[in-house]
């Protein structure tokens, strides 16, 4: 067997050819991969293209619901009080509050109110007999619809220190969430490192850092900015790094990348990052910045970064990466519903 390209010709390889060559624990692991491809391809998440294997459309909604479920299983377990939860629901928050029920009203019945209503009207006895005035429903707010723009740092260090796969198990989540749960909503995923990039949803699994130095956040916001510029509702940019700025866009279009280039330099970078994230803050544009194990460089320029646009700045970690942006983007949808953007830095 010379360098299996494909499923197929691992499938069709000689077993008993790899066990006197790589031993019984070897032929067993590869026996086992290749029934789990075949299967794979039966249920229809994986499918095979130009000799490689690609998720499908059904994959990634596995794929996301899975990350999905790993974190808020986790947000389930955490200390009471350490992180606020939400119930879900199709397109309205519950407010435990009731109505009576009006021509329009979804129908949301509270059979318990309902038929306490039929016994003051009618009285004890049975049977009970309802009239449409004792109806009485759930009331329901409506959810203002929200635009977001995913910026993942795809920069060099994101990748040498173990924190690109936590954020991009965020990145899948979040998306399965939001066509799950919020379809009217709109997400737009960027990285970003030297340059900005968007990447679509069935490209994000295999979507890897290009491994050139710079994090070109002034690219990305205004890339962030441009795809909101068309879209309706709150706007809000969730921006995931470990690094101050690094590198912004010459007058001229070109990348500098300013981090050995001296001090003057690298505040040309932050200088062009702030007007940028200025001009998001006129449009009432949000950004919300969560730190992976932050330096002192970083925390002073997201703390110059929110007190400008009002955003909210966390840090964290890649391990528990997943439960903060999941919270802070079910309050965000909290705090929209019940009217005001409710912006803070914290």
């Known amino acids: 067997m010379n360098n299996p390209a494909s499923p197929q010709q691992l499938a069709e390889a000689d077993m008993d050819r790899v066990r006197d060559l790589l031993g019984d624990e070897v032929a067993r692991s590869m026996d086992k991969l290749s029934k789990l491809v075949k299967e794979m391809e039966r249920e229809g998440l994986i499918r095979q293209r130009d000799g490689k294997l690609e998720v499908t459309p059904r994959g990634m909604r596995q794929i996301g619901s899975k990350a999905l479920r790993d974190i808020f299983s986790r947000l389930a377990k955490d200390k009471p ?115 900005a990039w968007e990447v679509k949803p069935d490209e994000l699994m295999e979507a890897t850092p290009p491994g050139m130095q710079g994090t070109n956040m002034h690219h990305a916001m205004a890339t962030a900015r441009r ?74 320029f997201v703390e110059q970064l929110t007190s400008m646009n009002g955003g909210r700045a966390f840090m964290t970690n890649a391990h528990d990466l997943g439960n903060y942006v999941m919270v802070d983007f079910l309050d965000h949808k909290r705090r929209t519903t019940r009217g005001g953007r409710g912006r803070r830095a914290s």
Request: net charge negative.
């Open 227 to 300: 795809m909101l510029a068309g879209q309706s509702g709150n706007k809000q940019i969730i921006m995931i790094t470990d690094g101050e700025p690094t590198a912004h866009i010459t007058p001229q279009g070109d990348p500098w990348f300013t981090y050995f280039d001296g001090w003057d330099a690298q505040q040309l970078t932050v200088e062009a990052t702030l007007r940028e994230a200025m001009r998001c803050t006129k449009e009432n544009i949000t950004i919300n910045t969560f730190m992976l194990d932050a330096d002192q460089y970083l925390v002073r």
């Open 81 to 195: 009080g350490q992180h606020q939860q939400h119930r879900f629901g199709q397109g309205h928050e519950r407010t435990y509050e009731t109505k009576q029920y009006e021509y329009g009203d979804p129908f949301n019945l509270d059979l318990q109110r309902t038929i306490r209503n039929a016994l003051r009207r009618g009285g004890q006895g049975t049977p009970v007999k309802l009239s449409a005035e004792d109806f009485e429903v759930e009331r329901t707010e409506h959810l203002t619809r929200s635009a977001t723009v995913l910026m993942l740092d795809a920069s060099y260090s994101m990748y040498r220190d173990d924190r690109w796969g936590p954020a991009k198990k965020v990145a899948v989540a979040l998306q399965s969430l939001m066509s799950s749960q919020y379809p009217r909503d709109y997400l737009g995923i960027l990285l970003f490192g030297h340059l």
